[in-house]
């Protein structure tokens, strides 16, 4: 293993380690801060719209599910139509928590064929990924086609110089741990966020080596309410997560 690829699967190990202790201490750095005084929280938001869903399933026979583009990527697809399971009865009121009612979350559907399961899509990072994909587009097109490379973080995959667009205010923070994390680009200049902390955080968690060239998304459904929203896949290379060209 390169000094670079050791010091950074050091870092990771080390951060890790840290929120594991927190975890233990406050009950889980896997959520992030849940809506206080007085408001519902995602587990509760979660845990409300599940049963709705559930019933609607076994009365229906279907997901009260929104049609999706066939190219939407897999942890924006399958959201919840509230306003059906309001309407049906199946919810007395759409909670304060979704977007629908002035929150910050969509709420999905994973595991759509198998044992449906309500999750959270998170929109401020989306939003914060739109502002950055909006700003890299642009400084692409004043700059014959180059990206505002900060460092190649992973092979063919480097973080943003938000600096270069003049987007610093848009640092992001991670839902899951609240680690500030790199945004990153593709060779192509899609941009996406990094989750690799995140993931060494779920693999420490899980007691477990994960397989090699398998997605380690799936650890962060496992472990929260989260899907992991505007993200490439991760393989495990190198004792770390590794995130791999789309």
């Known amino acids: ?16 380690g840290i929120c594991m202790l ?23 938001s979660v845990n409300r719209i599940q049963m709705a869903v559930d019933q609607f399933q076994k ?9 999706a583009d066939q190219d939407t990527p897999r942890y924006e697809k399958f959201r ?3 306003d059906k399971l309001n309407k049906a009865g199946y919810m007395d009121e759409i909670p304060p928590t979704a977007f629908e009612k002035g929150g910050s979350a969509y709420f999905l559907i994973q595991n759509e064929e198998t044992k449906p399961e309500v999750k959270v899509m998170e929109l401020t990072t989306v939003q914060k990924v739109n502002d950055v994909q909006r700003a890299v587009d642009k400084y692409k097109a004043a700059h014959q086609g180059q990206l505002p490379v900060l460092k190649e973080v992973y092979p063919g995959i480097n973080a943003v110089d938000l600096k270069a667009i003049q987007s610093e205010s848009l640092a992001w923070k991670s839902f899951y741990s609240g680690q500030e994390a ?13 989750y690799a902390l995140d ?48």
């Open 59 to 67: 009365d229906k026979g279907i997901l009260p599910i929104l049609n």
């Open 22 to 44: 927190l975890i233990t201490s406050l009950s889980g750095c896997m959520y992030p801060q849940e809506k206080r005084g007085g408001q519902v929280s995602y587990r509760e």
């Open 199 to 246: 993931i060494m955080q779920a693999v420490e968690k899980s007691g477990t080596k994960p397989e090699q060239n398998v997605d380690l998304r799936p650890l962060l459904l496992d472990q929260s309410y989260f899907v992991p929203v505007k993200s490439l896949p991760y393989h495990w290379q190198n004792n770390q997560p590794v995130a791999v060209e789309a």
């Open 182 to 194: 790199d945004y990153l680009m593709d060779r192509q200049g899609q941009v996406y966020v990094d």
């Open 1 to 16: 293993m390169s000094r670079r690829r050791f010091d950074r699967a050091s870092r990771l190990a080390a951060v890790a």
């Open 80 to 82: 919840i139509d509230l």
